[in-house]
């Protein structure tokens, strides 16, 4: 997966860094100068070099944060080895000899230049060009200063633009992971539909042929029902996460077949305040709990099944009475723990799960906005449509 190279942010960083480095390193040099004497208030000449000199460290550092970055893009984008970053020092070299050739020998006339290097200080009578700051044009010391100033603000340059880079990394590989997760959580979701949906029509049509032979009135409030949850259920296959008022209405939609199917063996409570209808849910959510509580109880007339649906302070509650089938089939642990997992991506929430003797339920938040992807209507965005990390 190949990944944008952060330019704009490492530049953004070179610039702050370089600022800060200079300023740093002229506290410690300027305090040993001031307290050896060299420099005192009364030689303003020389206290107006402050500026200059840490502007220059803050050039040379920017520099070698520019080459750096430079280089590491070179790197990244054609897949060099990351040993072509050694070439920072050599081009650091090449580009400061040149500078101070331009400033010495361009940028200052020959008067000014003599002038200002015969310039002495009168309390040790110490030449300018003796102390290195314009060293006579022959003379190897610069070269060796420069070599030194290389070698130190690119090591610590490079040290900086490497962590820099490893939190990148670090980053980009979390994301990936978590792009993983929900990808395999999608398609875990996709095969529980792809098993649930002819199984659930093969059921709704054996009930819809009965009831069509027995009681049409009945037949035709189920299929407007059954056509209802089906065009929902297609239109939000690639749907993270729906408003609450559209998860409620395909939550009516299969209890109230549900009730038409096994009549007075299944009732429900539903209690939900207008203000929580704005909400935000992972898809099918609540249908699941539904479902499970549906699937995994036994029910008659004599002993129905009572399914509670409640809001309160932020939290959906669906619950039930328990009454388990003496079957074989699968637990409801792997739904809860999709749906678990799911929660934890979107908003880092967690589910309720609770159970005793006579009762189990399970309780989900409410999302915001804020907490999910934006929205486009009643429906929340893919991570295809919109790039998001909470």
């Known amino acids: 997966m190949e990944t944008k190279y952060p330019l704009k942010r490492l ?46 460290i803050t050039f040379f550092v920017f520099l070698f944060w520019t080459i750096n970055i430079s280089l590491s893009y070179i790197i990244h984008k054609y897949s060099l080895s990351p040993r072509f970053q050694i070439w920072s020092y050599a081009i650091g070299f090449l580009l400061m000899v040149s500078l101070r050739f331009i400033f010495v020998n361009i940028l200052l006339s020959h008067s000014v230049s003599q002038d200002f290097t015969n310039w002495k200080v009168k309390e040790f009578g110490i030449q300018f060009n003796n102390i290195g700051i314009l060293p006579a044009r022959n003379s190897l010391f610069p ?33 990936e992971n978590i792009q993983l997760k929900i990808k395999n959580i999608e398609a875990a979701n996709q095969k529980l539909k792809q098993q649930l949906h002819p199984h659930f029509l093969f059921n709704s049509l054996n009930v819809l042929k009965t009831l069509i032979k027995k009681q049409p009135d009945d037949a035709e409030a189920y299929l407007k029902r059954l056509s209802d949850f089906l065009r929902a259920s297609v239109s939000l296959d690639n749907v993270n996460a729906v408003k609450f008022e ?14 038409i199917r096994f009549g007075n063996a299944i009732q429900f409570e539903v209690s939900i305040p207008e203000e929580a209808k704005a909400g935000i849910v992972p898809t099918f959510s609540i249908q699941l709990l539904l479902e499970n509580a549906i699937k995994h109880n036994a029910f008659t007339i004599e002993s129905p099944l009572l399914i509670k649906l409640i809001y309160s302070n932020g939290w959906i509650t669906v619950s039930n009475n328990i009454q388990n089938k003496n079957t074989d089939e699968d637990s409801p642990g792997l739904g809860l723990s999709n749906l678990s997992e799911r929660y934890k991506i979107i908003s880092g929430d967690e589910i309720n799960i609770q159970s005793d003797d006579t009762d189990f339920s399970v309780s989900i938040k409410i999302l915001s906005d804020k907490d999910c992807i934006q929205t486009v209507g009643n429906k929340i965005l893919s991570d295809e449509d919109c790039n998001h990390r909470r």
Do not use: W
């Not at 860094?17 to 300027?30: A, C, D, F, K």
């Not at 070269?143 to 670090?170: A, Q």
């Not at 559209?246 to 009730?259: A, F, H, N, R, S």
């Open 143 to 175: 070269y060796v200063i420069v070599v030194f100033l290389v070698f130190s603000i690119n090591t610590v340059v490079m040290i900086f633009h490497g962590i820099v880079r490893m939190h990148e990394k670090e980053s980009m590989i979390e994301s």
């Open 246 to 259: 559209e998860e409620l209405k395909l939550c009516m939609d299969y209890l109230e077949m549900q009730k």
């Open 11 to 56: 530049f953004r960083i070179a610039l702050y860094s370089s600022t800060l480095i200079g300023l740093i390193t002229m506290g410690p040099v300027y305090a040993i100068v001031f307290s050896l004497g060299i420099i005192n208030i009364d030689n303003i000449f020389l206290l107006r070099l402050i500026v200059p000199v840490v502007f220059g």
